[in-house]
């Protein structure tokens, strides 16, 4: 079993930054991958970036320029550094974490509020 915990979000005012952490602790895989996924009222939940245990990452174009992901393998956690926020990346935000043990494993966090607004 895996446990993940989100901590950072809040409310922020357009064109602010904020940075998201997750930390992913009990029994970790040598090979994951660490995500951030958003759910905004009324519509699927998506992803918005990914990174494996490796390094490569993965991101949504919406993102991409702005939202920087990066992990800290000793302490098991992702972060996702966010900046020029728009309204539009309002969303809850949740951590997923899969790991690969003869098959992928999937666990998600309880989730985190990201609020962009003036």
């Known amino acids: 079993q895996v446990h993940v915990v989100e901590s950072g979000g809040g409310l922020v005012q357009p064109g602010g930054s904020l940075r998201l952490s997750c930390a992913a602790s009990?029994?970790?895989?040598?090979?994951?991958?660490m995500g951030w996924y958003r759910q905004a009222p009324g519509k699927q939940r998506e992803l918005v970036a990914a990174i494996n245990n490796g390094g490569s990452t993965n991101y949504q174009d919406s993102v991409k320029g702005r939202f920087t992901i990066d992990r800290d393998n000793a302490k098991n956690t992702v972060y996702l550094q966010m900046n020029s926020l728009k309204p539009e990346d309002t969303a809850v935000y949740y951590c997923?974490?899969?790991?690969?043990?003869?098959?992928?494993?999937?666990?998600w966090g309880q989730g985190t509020q990201v609020t962009v607004s003036s």
């Open positions: 997923n974490y899969r790991g690969y043990g003869g098959r992928w494993y999937a666990y």
């Open positions: 009990g029994s970790i895989f040598s090979i994951n991958v």
